[in-house]
């Protein structure tokens, strides 16, 4: 029987990761495997409710209010705590694959690259709220901004939530975080060219993921 595999798709806005899970999840469940698809920040009831804290705020007198950096630090760690716990840890025991759109990577690049939280920080919040646990294989979609910023401008024409809202400097910050984390750790990383149309960027992911299907069958 192949071993389940937990996969994370990683990127800035507008990398098209969430159609990229979306397709990926649809081409293991046609090899016959049984494929979780989720989503960070959220996944489960309770890690959904705190990513409507952490997108959208909270009603104040004064208006919409955030956290500070480290409150939203620990808020994406108890989502990710939840969602590893009565989700990933259960579905990866029982075989099933798991393809999740964004992860502890992102935590990493956003709270750390962007909100100057340091990474060594963000890693121990990882270790106590989900036991360290990493995904078997990270695909890194990485697009130029120019193509970032032309799709942004048609999926966000109606508004966008409070961390895809941020300025350029931050966002900038996060994508070379994301860049250092592949330098630093090359294996954990498929780089996944996300500039081309759909098909050819499923084509590339399908390329890193197959690898994974005959080392799990084998
Ligand atoms: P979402 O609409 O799911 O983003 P996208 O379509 O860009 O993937 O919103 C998730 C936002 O939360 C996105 O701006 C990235 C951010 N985020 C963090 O800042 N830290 C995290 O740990 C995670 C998982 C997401």
Request: with cysteine; charged share 25%.
């Amino acid at each position: 029987m192949t071993k389940g595999r937990f996969i994370a798709l990683e990127g800035g806005e507008g990398a098209g990761k969430s159609t990229q899970a979306r397709l990926l999840a649809e081409r293991l469940r046609a090899q016959g495997l049984e494929v979780v698809s989720t989503r960070e920040p959220g996944g489960t009831p309770g890690a959904e409710a705190i990513r409507h804290l952490l997108l959208h705020g909270v009603d104040t007198p004064q208006g919409t209010a955030g956290w500070n950096p480290r409150a939203e630090a620990l808020l994406f760690a108890a989502a990710r705590s939840d969602h590893v716990e009565t989700l990933i840890q259960p579905a990866l025991a029982r075989g099933a694959w798991v393809v999740c759109d964004r992860y502890l990577d992102s935590s990493r690049a956003y709270q750390g690259g962007g909100g100057g939280l340091s990474d060594a920080d963000i890693v121990t919040l990882h270790g106590v709220g989900s036991e360290g646990l990493l995904p078997d294989l990270t695909l890194l979609v990485e697009i130029d901004p120019e193509v970032a910023a032309a799709r942004l401008a048609i999926r966000d024409a109606d508004g966008t939530d409070r961390i895809g809202s941020r300025g350029s400097d931050y966002h900038a910050r996060v994508a070379t975080a994301f860049a250092a984390f592949r330098e630093e750790d090359p294996a954990r990383y498929a780089r996944i060219d996300g500039n081309g149309d759909a098909d050819s960027t499923a084509a590339l992911i399908w390329q890193a993921v197959s690898r994974l299907i005959e080392v799990s069958a084998a």
